[in-house]
């Protein structure tokens, strides 16, 4: 019993936690760019559909948008999941959980970036 | 309820009674998380009024502007900035950096927090 | 000579053999100056002999008599009866959370201790190692190699503080992962790393903060969560180099 409390499960823990912390922190720094970009610079605000289609043009907004949104999609989802974690699931809750999370990861990604694309294509 | 640890005694996680303010910041910490993984969708799905065209994106900018929703907006406006500002300080605490003030941080991160959420509800309610 | 007396109505969780719980009144006369623990005595020896609760040195040093006293951790042999509750007042007494109960306020403690065992508690420390660093140093000797009983007491008040232990039979838990750090401070032993470095150990806090606030022996169990997280990285990045 001793042995299996020493043992070390699989490879969770400490780098997805490390992760989740940076990405905490970079997400901090690029949504303060994203919003102040957004709302105080762009012409009126982003709030019509012209000004948006003219703001994608310039090239780096769908890159520093395509950053932002993988950060803030794996900090929210790997925080959900630590949350689900808690509740000590079994090993085949866990694997499902874990596969629903990068399923959902994943589309919102790929969702997003196919928007942001179509965008600046426009 | 149960005594012994189990799933179902997740509520308690919310139950603030008889703990200490650690223990709040854990709570507000978690609820603004789901709230904003909550928001993170909707924002999303409402940004694909985008690819609709012009007239789709407008006439939702320009429901938007209607108070209830900016209310909305302030809330998580409100939970962005108390999750952010919590999370520096756990950021640095579990490197060890400034554990023993923790609780002072917490206080003085939440009166940081309250001020960007007064200045905001002032831009967003009254103009600059 | 008068020693005061205050009317106080204890109000006491039991349960045995897996029944629900209940809870009974007891109307006490006591001096609000002696301990909760001697209130629940008075109790078991002049109303009611079939309550159960632990208890021995009735000087927080054993750990024993851990309860909840109105919602809160305490350590009963030093809790006031003037400190929880007034004349006329109520004071209610419950085991402690996240342990499964044995009998009214007796709770199975026995991974907790296992766990305890695993971490390679050492109870015995110089006084340097035993003190956290950021006390102040209070030795009046300091030549010398002196040691000392180190803080914790394992009372487990911690643990029935603590969220992630509140939906989590297998997390180790504050005092486990405390006792982690202590041990590897005095051994620098690399197993303690890989023993802490999961996802039922330091990776489990979510920095409550709860069990440093309820800890009755200045253990301060957070912080040593912390550390404990920042000599695994350091561990973890080393060894990516080492490779």
Not at chain 3, 95 to 119: C, G, I, K, Q
Not at chain 3, 149 to 161: F, K, T
């Amino acid at each position: 019993m001793i042995d299996h409390i020493s043992s070390p499960k699989h490879n969770e823990g400490i780098w997805l936690w490390l992760y989740k912390i940076l990405a905490g922190l970079l997400v901090i720094v690029v949504l303060g760019i994203h919003f102040v970009i957004n709302h105080a610079v762009a012409p009126s605000g982003l709030l019509n559909y012209e000004d948006v289609i003219r703001y994608y043009k310039v090239p780096v907004i769908p890159i520093m948008e395509g950053f932002f949104l993988v950060i803030v999609v794996t900090h929210s989802l790997l925080g959900v999941r630590g949350i689900v974690l808690d509740m000590n699931p079994s090993q085949k809750v866990r694997r499902a959980a874990d596969w629903i999370f990068t399923m959902f990861g994943a589309t919102a990604i790929a969702y997003g970036i196919w928007l942001l694309v179509v965008l600046a294509n426009r | 309820m149960s005594n012994h640890p189990t799933p179902s005694n997740f509520w308690r996680w919310f139950d603030p009674r008889n703990r200490q303010i650690g223990y709040w910041a854990f709570i507000l910490n978690r609820i603004t998380a789901l709230g904003l993984t909550l928001y993170l969708l909707l924002h999303l799905i409402a940004l694909s009024q985008l690819s609709q065209g012009a007239a789709a994106f407008n006439s939702f900018i320009a429901m938007a502007k209607n108070p209830v929703f900016k209310v909305g907006e302030l809330l998580v406006i409100a939970a962005g900035v108390i999750h952010g500002l919590n999370g520096i300080r756990i950021a640095l605490t579990s490197f060890g950096i400034g554990t023993r003030y923790q609780k002072q941080s917490f206080l003085a991160l939440m009166a940081v927090a309250l001020l960007i959420l007064f200045w905001f509800g002032q831009i967003m309610f009254f103009g600059e | 000579m008068n020693v005061e007396k205050w009317k106080v109505t204890f109000v006491v969780s039991r349960q045995k053999n897996q029944e629900p719980r209940l809870y009974q009144s007891f109307q006490l006369e006591i001096d609000p100056d002696e301990y909760v623990l001697d209130g629940v005595e008075r109790i078991w020896a002049f109303h009611d002999r079939s309550l159960t609760y632990r208890h021995a040195c009735h000087h927080s040093t054993c750990g024993a008599c851990g309860m909840l006293v109105n919602g809160v951790e305490k350590l009963t042999c030093i809790t006031s009866i003037r400190s929880v509750t007034h004349n006329g007042g109520t004071l209610k007494v419950e085991p402690l959370r996240n342990f499964a109960v044995v009998s009214d306020l007796v709770v199975d403690m026995s991974n907790f201790y296992t766990h305890l065992e695993a971490a390679q508690f050492g109870q015995v420390a110089s006084l340097a190692q035993a003190a956290l660093p950021h006390d102040a140093d209070t030795r009046s000797v300091t030549d010398g190699e002196f040691e000392r009983l180190v803080d914790c007491i394992e009372c487990g008040l911690c643990v029935s503080a603590c969220p992630s232990a509140l939906t989590s039979e297998t997390y180790y838990g504050p005092a486990v992962l405390a006792a982690a750090q202590q041990a590897f401070n005095q051994s620098k032993n690399s197993a303690l790393i890989h023993f802490a470095d999961q996802h039922d150990g330091a990776w489990g806090c979510h920095s409550a903060y709860e069990c440093s606030a309820v800890c009755p022996s200045n253990v301060d169990p957070a912080w040593r969560i912390m550390d404990l997280r920042k000599k695994t990285l350091a561990y973890r990045i080393k060894q990516l180099f080492r490779k």
